[in-house]
């Protein structure tokens, strides 16, 4: 679960950086979506949504049917545990027993994300994700801009004589990362992205 001191640093930063952007940026907790208080920053132009908790059921396709004509960014919190999960560990048997993830290197391994619901739809309707990284040992504070493909799951080592062999698809779940851009500094709102 995400700490309030971590979704405070991410919305402080964001301000921060859109202040130093020429904007007048106000940070609004509101209830957008029953039951649910959303972190956001209002911007002239539109806003960020800070996606820094889970949003269950069908309650981000509605936050995000709410905002769909609007410059609206979204923002992930990454944290690695609720957001941007590495799939290397729960994964990785399944190239080093040529399973379904045998045509992968150790290099896209590590590159491979756990999605949730909630960075799926944000994946699959527009073409790059947005994550606040905090800061840590290894780790600048910033905003992480990520372009994402599909996995291809490929089942070949089951024999097609066997009675339930799944069929060669995309993962729903996982995600490599193919571009990656950071900013630390100044940032402005352009075409529902933060640049």
Known sequence: MVSRQSKKQMQE???EAL???GYNAEPKSRE???GITTNLIAV???GVVLIDKYYPGKSMNNLYDIF???NIAYV???DGETFFKNAWEKNFFKKSQRLSLKHY???DLHKMILFRPEEKL???SREQVQYYQPASSRLQEGLRTFQFKNVRLDYSHISSNERFKPDNKNSEKLFIWTNEEFSNGNLCLDKGYLE
């Open 19 to 21: 202040r130093d952007g």
């Open 13 to 15: 930063f964001l301000v």
């Open 68 to 70: 769909k004509r609007e």
């Open 122 to 124: 944000i994946r699959n």
């Open 105 to 107: 290197d150790k290099d």
């Open 32 to 34: 957008v979506v029953s």
């Open 44 to 46: 002239e132009n539109g």
């Open 76 to 78: 992930f919190l990454k």
